[in-house]
């Protein structure tokens, strides 16, 4: 019989060093991570030459762990994948040149895949989609073509995504992203970074009896928008200029449930105009949520029901795959390399 046959994915487009190993079912087989968070959080954001140093010091340690478990799953590797952009150039430069040493040293394919590609192939993922019989390619062909919120730190866009991953733009952002709109929020009220998650975990401590304060807050904040279809940058500044007024907001979970609340109503404010305004949503029948700010239980639960709404079924990637990972990279290589997937497809009926 063959041997299992595996994509080792390396994503360092920030502050994450993620490596994975991931099989063309969408099986994550190994996943190894250093966050340089803590590092950078002495400096209240991400310097990028830290950043780069950092990824350049633990690469090789995170790699040769993969490749242990490699070994003792006496696994094949089809390719190195290696995120090439967007993202911080020093980083991406540290990850990909890695990665196109490996695959030259060992005389197999190098895959560059775009960060935001990954995301979208989040959601084929084992986990996120469980068809184990299906590759990723035919799992990719079962949800795409499909309309695509893909909200992270840097971008909030709709797409029209197809089959390949490939995408069209019908929104974005005309300033901040959503993710980096609860960033601004947290360090304004001294939480730490990335802010999302810390707004989601206050925000949920809300009580009956905070409900009707939150609410009052909700009707003072702003749901801005653009030519583009969204905007962030009124909202934060409203942020701002409450907490300016009223400093002692800071932290609670009314001020952290009425933003919260705020941004999700502007992501499916904006998902309705690009929607109304694209021919394709005649012919579209799934919506897929994907990028860091999907891992927000609320935003999830808003988005299924603006799915029920418009008769469209909801794809999510599973909640351990919404931030920046690896094996979102070796998925999205997966299908980008249709030969490969091809001669995966062909073992697995031989057999
Ligand atoms: O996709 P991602 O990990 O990195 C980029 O490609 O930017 O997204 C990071 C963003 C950050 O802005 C972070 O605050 C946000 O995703 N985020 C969240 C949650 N988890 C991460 N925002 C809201 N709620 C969350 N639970
Ligand atoms: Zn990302």
Not at 19 to 37: M, N, P, R, T, Y
Not at 47 to 57: D, G, L, Y
Not at 279 to 298: E, T, W, Y
Not at 331 to 340: E, K
Request: charged share 20%; aromatic share 6%.
């Amino acid at each position: 019989m063959n041997a299992k046959t595996a994509i080792l994915a390396i994503e360092s487009s920030c502050d994450e060093t993620a490596v994975a190993l991931v099989g063309a079912d969408g099986e994550v087989i190994d996943q190894q991570l250093f966050s340089q968070i803590q590092i950078h959080q002495a400096f209240g954001g991400v310097v990028p030459e830290v950043a780069s140093r950092s990824h350049f010091e633990v690469l090789d340690g995170l790699v040769a762990l993969s490749l242990e478990k490699k070994k003792s799953l006496n696994l094949e590797l089809s390719a190195v994948a290696a995120t090439c952009g967007p993202g911080l150039i020093g980083p991406l430069i540290v990850g990909s040149a890695y990665a196109q040493g490996l695959a030259s040293g060992w005389q197999i394919p190098f895959i560059g895949v775009h960060h935001l590609r990954g995301h979208l192939a989040s959601t084929l993922l084992r986990g996120s989609i469980d068809e184990p019989a299906l590759s990723l390619k035919e799992k990719a062909e079962r949800i795409f073509p499909a309309f695509v919120l893909l909200v992270s730190g840097g971008h909030t866009q709709v797409l029209h995504v197809a089959e390949d991953l490939s995408a069209k733009a019908l929104a974005q952002s005309a300033d901040d992203a959503a993710g980096e709109c609860f960033d601004k929020a947290a360090k304004l009220m001294g939480l730490p970074y990335p802010g999302g998650p810390e707004i989601e975990r206050i925000a949920a401590e809300l009580s009956e009896a905070d409900r009707v304060p939150a609410m009052h807050l909700l009707r003072q904040l702003p749901r801005p928008r653009s030519a583009e279809g969204f905007s962030f940058s009124g909202l934060k500044t409203a942020i701002r200029t409450l907490l300016e007024k009223n400093p002692e907001l800071a932290r609670t979970p009314r001020f952290c449930f009425a933003i919260q609340e705020a941004i999700s109503e502007s992501l499916c404010q904006g998902l309705d105009r690009a929607f109304e305004k694209s021919d394709a949503s005649a012919k579209v029948q799934r919506l897929v949520f994907c990028g860091g700010v999907s891992a927000n239980r609320r935003i999830r639960q808003r988005l299924q029901e603006w799915a029920q709404a418009h008769q469209l079924e909801l794809y999510l990637p599973a909640l351990k795959y919404c931030t920046d990972n690896a094996a979102m990279i070796g998925a999205a290589a997966w299908v980008q390399a249709p030969s490969l997937a091809m001669k995966e497809i062909a073992a697995r009926q031989a057999l």
